[in-house]
């Protein structure tokens, strides 16, 4: 049951990780207050 439980814990700390690039990401995509050459 252990190794069940870490391997969730694992697979959800990845995905917070992910999430929070993406956003970062889709931030960075739509702030046209950014110059166009980091577009």
């Not at 814990?9 to 993406?22: I, N, S, T």
């Amino acid at each position: 049951v252990d190794w069940r439980m870490w391997r969730d814990v694992k697979r959800r700390k990845m995905a917070y990780e992910y999430a929070d690039e993406r956003l970062r990401i889709n931030s960075l995509r739509k702030n046209t207050i950014l110059p166009k050459i980091l577009q």
